[in-house]
């Protein structure tokens, strides 16, 4: 959406960053009458932090199989509120995001199947360590009993940054990064038809090309050419 994020209260006369803050409300006398004094500008983002610290109580007191019930609310409010363009700025496709993307997806398995093996549980102790802190694990040290879930999750990431992108830039503009983009969607697309069903690799790759994508965006002239061979690796 495009709103006018620099406000100004009528009431009492404070400026404040609809951007910094997700509020209409005024942060000094709590007013929700305010003006725009700037044009308006594409924003899709809200402040929000991912905080899976109940999650990992959960896991220390009855065990990580229990701590992926807890952490499902969390990772989805995560997930809804957050957006890749910040006051006219296309963000980056960031670690926080594909971890909690990954984690919603792993969670849901290990939930359903009620328990976990050694290398399932030491893999998941990691998202929940690590998510929130903006770190995510190596492709190699995925079990290849939660590799799905975690294509499925990394693919449902790329192609929620593709269509914000999409929405984000024109097509005489960005025509060749939009068609590229559309290349990583058919092959996220193709991951998810197969719930999963890929190597690491693959989406690893997918994810390298959409950061790919938005350097060149952002004015590397040589990223969209290494998106490009990213994606012919595949082929």
């Known amino acids: 959406m495009e709103i006018r994020g620099e406000r100004e209260c009528r009431n009492c006369g404070t400026r404040w960053r609809y951007y910094d803050t997700g ?7 709590g007013s929700h009458v305010s003006v725009g004094v700037d044009e308006r500008t594409r924003h899709t983002d ?15 007191e009855s065990g990580v199989a229990a701590a992926a019930d807890a952490v499902d609310a969390e990772v989805r409010e995560f997930l809804s509120r957050r957006g890749f363009v910040d006051a006219g700025d296309l963000l980056p496709l ?7 993307a990954e984690l919603r997806h792993v969670a849901d398995v290990v939930d359903r199947r009620g328990r976990v093996d050694e290398d ?11 998510a929130d802190r903006g770190e ?24 929620d940054y593709r269509s914000e992108v999409v929405t984000h830039t024109r097509d005489e503009e960005a025509g060749p990064a939009r068609q590229t983009l559309g290349r990583v969607a058919d092959r996220a697309k193709r991951v998810q ?16 090309a959409t950061r790919a994508v938005r350097d060149a965006l952002t ?15 595949l082929d």
Not at 23 to 29: E, I, M, R, W
Not at 46 to 60: C, G, K, N, Q, W
Request: charge should be negative; hydrophobic fraction near 45%; include cysteine.
């Open 23 to 29: 509020s209409v409300a005024c942060p000094s006398c």
């Open 46 to 60: 809200t402040p929000v932090e991912l905080d899976l610290s109940a999650a990992r109580r959960t896991a220390e």
């Open 94 to 100: 960031d670690d926080t995001y594909l971890a909690a």
């Open 120 to 130: 399932e549980e030491l893999y998941l102790l990691s998202l929940l360590t690590g």
């Open 136 to 159: 995510r694990p190596d492709p190699d040290a995925v079990p290849a009993s939660l590799a799905a879930p975690r294509n499925v999750g990394y693919a449902g990431a790329v192609l």
């Open 193 to 208: 038809a197969l719930d999963g069903d890929a190597g690491v690799a693959e989406t690893e790759a997918l994810v390298a």
């Open 219 to 233: 004015g590397d002239e040589a990223a969209l050419a290494r998106a490009d061979e990213r994606l012919d690796a």
